[in-house]
């Protein structure tokens, strides 16, 4: 701490700010695990100790984030199994009384759902890919199922030089992988798995970030979110 002394010793800021008495969590051992006077706490560190700068405010030059969501069309036979999933799930779940194996059933009628939804829009995500790289652009697109992964790379890779990476990808072909797309203005497109390259990934020669899927686990979004989308704001 840059002011020692500021919020007392140990005990005097426990009994000040982490709600009065200890607790005794192992035998012969008390921790503070409560809270108190959170707004004064607040106030003495921002006064004395925090400084905050957003970006907006450092780095003016920087343009605005535009995020835009975009549907695409698909195919009557890609809707009709969609609807058909859908049915069979509704069905499962009026059921008021579903036993145990019913509701792993709806479990796999989901999964079942999102793997229909993700198959549909390939041709849609393609397309829009596509485009964005046609404005002279690199691109960094997310997806989540294999099937997407392989129609994104079949369909562009070739084209646009592009990298691959997910959970087979070795660490260090991942280290290779990003220095080609860092370096190598004809290295246009990085086709990313949310789970497998969420994080521990700079790319920063990205002018746009492209969501084919989205995952289930809003904690793989906010990986994500901070790793790239912030690295661009």
């Excluded at 492209?210 to 989308?229: D, K, M």
Aim: glycine content about 8%; charged content about 25%.
């Amino acid at each position: 701490m840059l002011a020692p002394g500021l919020l007392g010793e140990k005990d005097d800021f426990g009994q000040r700010y982490c709600g009065g008495a200890p607790e005794e969590v192992a035998p012969g051992v008390t921790q503070w695990l409560g809270s108190s006077n959170l707004d004064e706490l607040n106030a003495v560190l921002t006064r004395h100790l925090m400084v905050r700068r957003l970006k907006k405010d450092v780095l003016k030059e920087l343009p605005p984030k535009l995020h835009q969501q975009i549907l695409v069309d698909v195919t009557a036979a890609h809707a009709a199994e969609i609807r058909r999933i859908f049915t069979a799930l509704n069905k499962i779940r009026g059921d008021k009384n579903l036993a145990d194996d019913r509701k792993r059933l709806a479990g796999v009628e989901l999964q079942r759902l999102y793997v229909a939804t993700g198959n549909a829009k390939i041709s849609g995500a393609v397309e829009q890919v596509q485009a964005t790289l046609d404005e002279g652009q690199k691109v960094i697109v997310f997806a989540h199922h294999l099937a997407m992964l392989d129609g994104l790379e079949q369909q562009l890779g070739p084209e646009h030089n592009a990298i691959r990476i997910d959970g087979s990808t070795s660490m260090d072909a991942r280290k290779q992988l990003v220095d080609h797309f860092q370096q190598d203005p004809d290295v246009r497109l990085a086709i990313l798995s949310i789970t497998a390259a969420g994080t521990g990934i700079t790319l920063t020669a990205a002018q746009c970030v492209v969501f084919a899927e989205l995952s289930w686990n809003p904690g793989h979004l906010i990986q994500v979110r901070h790793s790239f989308i912030t690295a661009h704001d």
